[in-house]
């Protein structure tokens, strides 16, 4: 069992940088793929970036590579995702998910999820 927690969101401008955590408990989930999802008003979820457990693999969506970037802690059980050069379009709630094997983009193939945390990028 994992469960993950989300913080860091809030209220930018567009520019800025915001970094946010994922907190995990559960002793297995280093060997999880850790992977970032949002979920903009009237939107479907959708993916955002992943890690593999082992971090030899990162993956991201076309519309925030280069600008965002995943990372993972294993020794403290915390994923990260730091996000620049942010713009209004970003504004969402952005979900940790964790999944046992291997990567993919789609939200059914994850199998823990966090609350999210709320993103919001003024113009």
């Known amino acids: 069992q994992v469960q993950l927690v989300e913080s860091g969101g809030g209220l930018v401008q567009a520019g800025d940088s915001l970094r946010l955590s994922c907190a995990a408990s559960?002793?297995?989930?280093?060997?999880?793929?850790a992977g970032w999802f949002r979920q903009a008003p009237g939107k479907e979820r959708e993916f955002v970036a992943a890690?593999?457990?082992?971090?030899?693999?990162?993956y991201y969506a076309d519309s925030v590579k280069g600008r965002f970037t995943i990372s993972r802690d294993n020794a403290k059980n915390t994923v990260y995702l730091q996000m620049n050069s942010l713009k209004p379009e970003d504004t969402a709630t952005y979900y940790c998910?964790?999944?046992?094997?291997?990567?993919?983009?789609?939200?059914?193939?994850?199998?823990?999820w966090g609350q999210g945390t709320q993103v919001t990028v003024s113009s």
């Open positions: 998910a964790a999944k046992r094997n291997g990567y993919s983009v789609l939200r059914s193939s994850y199998d823990y």
């Open positions: 559960g002793r297995t989930f280093s060997t999880y793929t």
């Open positions: 890690k593999t457990w082992n971090a030899g693999s990162t």
